[in-house]
């Protein structure tokens, strides 16, 4: 079992945080225990930190990643 932090944006229901962590736990083939907090600097989505690793599925990140794909198209 790893332990992990996640970050989220806002209220979350727990149904969600549990699909968020049977996600990880799928992913990395081992279950996954978060230490769930509330980032206000965050503007949407969450940031997921496990085994050394950072997930990073905030809004931020994937606007700089839409911005990005359309000035290179």
């Known amino acids: 079992m790893r332990r992990g932090q996640l970050l989220i ?3 979350m229901e727990q149904t ?3 699909r968020l962590t049977e996600g990880f ?3 990395l083939g081992e279950g996954v225990v978060f230490d769930v907090r ?3 600097s ?3 989505g ?3 930190y ?3 690793r950072v997930y990073d599925m905030s ?3 994937q606007l700089k990643g839409m911005r990005k794909h359309l000035q290179e198209g």
Do not use: D, M, Y
Request: hydrophobic content about 40%.
């Open 42 to 44: 965050l503007l949407g």
């Open 50 to 52: 496990v085994g050394g």
């Open 16 to 18: 969600e945080i549990q």
């Open 9 to 11: 944006a806002g209220p």
């Open 59 to 61: 809004l931020r990140t």
């Open 46 to 48: 969450f940031v997921a």
């Open 38 to 40: 509330h980032e206000e």
């Open 25 to 27: 736990g799928r992913l």
